[in-house]
């Protein structure tokens, strides 16, 4: 694959593990039950030979010229990560004199405790509910681990994050969609769906900045949909990596974190850095007791040197604060030329609502086949995430929706970006 942003991205990593699922659907070369074949491998569990794994993004053949601009992955700019300061930090922890007993040794699955305390505090709940994780998809794969047994159903939204739905799909949950409107999940459409039979235990959404469609989800239909949890026996998994990022408008009050029914997942991937793997899961405690059993059967816990650095860092005084105002203003100004260019070129062929946060603007150009437009696009050296790659019921409905990640390009590239878009939609109706 060629791509020359400055950052691997999520849709990299999915064409990677495509790669890797093919090399590893081999079982025919395993052994199963009775024989014993000398020098033959295993069979693969049916989870691991599974071959889920790149489902989602829409992968082209057609390379990305020379010169290309990626607006695929949801990866934050690396000049707006504090990098200079994670330095500082994790040189402060293994500098401290007990950094052998306080930062390099095992410890315990919740996570370090001035960490959780920070967290506790900035997504104001107990310090209790919280345990730290290797990022937000990982807070998810552990409800999902806690609660879903093979054909049970998981709720999501259409369109949704493809590695959710490729998450669901390992585990083998039957996945069913309710769409979304220009205010978010469709509460009227969950709610026939109940009424018509559904029984679902977990529904996964993403209330703010949603990825791809860019809504926020008013707090009338968070508590309305808690209500639905409680009344018909479902968890919500609350999905946030962007709420930080917000250019305007005032945060809605969030889901009800006293709720049984309520999980949210967090992470540190679009303010400090993805590398970092580190977020976290807010839980009631009959759900928090069973990730940190999780945990501790398989890895014990997040790595303690990273969490002892972010600690460090979230305990220096107003200084995550700082990285979200210095990246909020970048990422506004980025959204805003994006959505102007698109819309000067395409006129009424650009549907789209101005993004208020996050980092990605989700457009339609009616008529077009924006999955056909990525090949010419690529070719004219732009690559983008077509809408079909969200959608989670494989039937095309988003053929004329495309995602843009404008996080990582700059004005100027956003720019270039739009001609070369316009251009290819023109190629595209010719
Ligand atoms: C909706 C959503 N959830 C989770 C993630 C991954 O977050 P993390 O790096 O914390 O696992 C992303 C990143 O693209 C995302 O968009």
Do not use: C
Request: aromatic share 8%; charged share 20%; net charge neutral.
């Amino acid at each position: 694959m060629t791509q020359t942003t400055t950052a691997g991205t999520n849709q990299a990593a999915a064409e990677t593990a495509t790669a890797g699922a093919s090399s590893l659907r081999g079982g025919a070369h395993g052994i199963g039950g009775g024989g014993v074949i000398p020098g033959a491998i295993p069979q693969l569990s049916a989870r691991a030979a599974n071959p889920v794994l790149g489902a989602g993004f829409t992968v082209s053949r057609v390379p990305l010229a020379a010169g290309g601009i990626a607006l695929t992955g949801g990866v934050p700019d690396p000049a707006l990560l504090p990098i200079a300061e994670l330095a500082d930090a994790f040189t402060a922890v293994l500098g401290r004199p007990d950094a052998g007993t306080r930062t390099i040794q095992y410890h315990g699955p919740f996570g370090v405790h001035g960490l959780r305390s920070w967290i506790a505090q900035d997504q104001g709940t107990d310090l209790e509910r919280v345990v730290v994780t290797n990022g937000a998809l990982h807070s998810v794969s552990y409800a999902v681990e806690a609660l879903i047994e093979p054909g049970d159903l998981v709720v999501v939204e259409n369109p949704t994050f493809p590695l959710a739905l490729q998450l669901f799909r390992y585990y083998r949950a039957r996945v069913e969609s309710v769409p979304l409107d220009s205010a978010g999940l469709d509460v009227d459409a969950l709610e026939r769906l109940l009424k018509a039979g559904a029984r679902p235990k977990l529904l996964y959404t993403i209330p703010d900045f949603h990825n791809p469609a860019t809504v926020t989800l008013p707090a009338e239909r968070r508590s309305r949909l808690v209500e639905l949890a409680e009344r018909h026996g479902f968890v919500i998994v609350s999905d946030n990596p962007y709420g930080k990022l917000r250019f305007s408008g005032e945060p809605a009050p969030d889901f009800d974190l006293d709720s049984e029914h309520v999980v949210r997942a967090g992470t540190f991937s679009k303010v400090l850095g993805p590398g970092l793997r580190l977020g976290w899961a807010i839980a009631p405690s009959w759900l928090r007791d069973t990730f940190v059993r999780t945990r501790f059967a398989q890895d014990q816990h997040a790595g303690l040197v990273t969490q002892r650095a972010v600690e460090h860092l979230a305990q220096t005084d107003g200084l995550v604060e700082r990285v979200v105002a210095g990246a909020v203003p970048v990422y506004a100004e980025r959204a805003a030329v994006l959505f102007d260019a698109l819309r000067q070129r395409l006129g009424d062929r650009f549907e789209a609502r101005r993004p208020d946060g996050g980092l990605f603007l989700w457009a339609r150009v009616p008529g077009a086949d924006l999955t056909r437009v990525l090949d010419l696009a690529r070719a004219r050296g732009l690559a983008f995430s077509p809408g079909d790659g969200f959608d989670p019921d494989g039937r095309s409905v988003h053929r004329e929706w495309a995602r843009f990640s404008y996080s990582s390009a700059s004005p100027e590239q956003l720019v270039i970006a739009a001609d070369r878009f316009a251009q290819a939609v023109a190629e595209a109706d010719r």
